[in-house]
């Protein structure tokens, strides 16, 4: 877990201007950049160093200029959608993979590579763990606006076609439903063409107690 809050996180650290420029020139991501956007730049939390030993697998072992140098999320601004339709927990039943709650852009590099030019799915499995993590977490933090932390207690992956390296991609995550202590949620990674790779269903479990 992290020595800080996830709220706390989110609100203070900065957007890398870097990333934002170098997805900017993609066609695929520069919608979602657009100040017109229904989506913010939010920092992705686990990209960065807290000066302890959190999150060393994404701050550091896949964040290198031959792993994964870029990434990017973006989460739903508050208020985008009026009166969304809910269920009894109050889960935004509008949410999909036409209406992501949360998306992040990654750029992908050959050292992740398990075949030649081919991403290993492991690294795509824990791209999905990341990604759906923090949509999992920003939901909980600003809509829902629970206390809490939530760890995975399950991940399903389906590989639809291999991801080539290098190349970007885009992952769309967003929330299913939520029973209790378990958030279920949903995810697409798409390519830059839009064209499906992979999708993943996973549960996140709210601790009982904080660790
Ligand atoms: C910024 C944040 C981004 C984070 C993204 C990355 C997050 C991670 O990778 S976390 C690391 C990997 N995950 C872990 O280490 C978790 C290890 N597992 C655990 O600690 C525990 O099993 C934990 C906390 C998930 C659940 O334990 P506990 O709270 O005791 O659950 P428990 O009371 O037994 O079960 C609660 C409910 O969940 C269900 N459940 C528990 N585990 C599972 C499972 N693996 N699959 C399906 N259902 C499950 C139970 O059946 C029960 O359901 P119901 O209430 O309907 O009867």
């Known amino acids: 877990m992290y020595n800080h809050t996830y709220k706390e996180l989110i ?5 890398s201007q870097e990333d934002v420029d170098f997805f900017a020139n993609m066609p695929f991501a520069r919608p979602y950049i657009d100040n017109t956007s229904l989506y913010q730049p939010v920092p992705f939390v686990s990209r960065h160093d807290k000066g302890d030993l959190s999150d060393k697998f994404f701050n550091k072992a896949i964040n290198s200029h031959d792993t994964i140098p870029r990434a990017l999320a973006f989460m739903q601004r508050p208020g985008s959608l009026h009166s969304p339709p809910t269920d009894e927990n109050g889960i935004d039943l509008s949410q999909g993979a036409e209406n992501p709650f949360f998306i992040t852009f990654c750029q992908i590099e050959s050292g992740v590579n398990g075949y030649i030019d081919t991403a290993h799915g492991g690294v795509l499995a824990a791209l999905f763990d990341e990604t759906l993590g923090l949509c999992a977490e920003s939901y909980r933090v600003f809509v829902s606006e629970e206390g809490g932390h939530l760890l995975t207690a399950s991940l399903q992956v389906s590989y639809r076609s291999p991801v080539r390296t290098p190349s970007a991609v885009i992952i769309k995550t967003w929330m299913r439903r939520k029973e209790g202590r378990k958030w279920f ?10 064209l499906l790779k992979a999708e993943a269903k996973s549960l996140y479990i709210g601790l009982k107690s904080a660790l």
């Open 185 to 194: 949620l949903e995810a697409q990674l798409l390519d830059q063409d839009g």
């Open 11 to 15: 609100t203070k650290l900065q957007v």
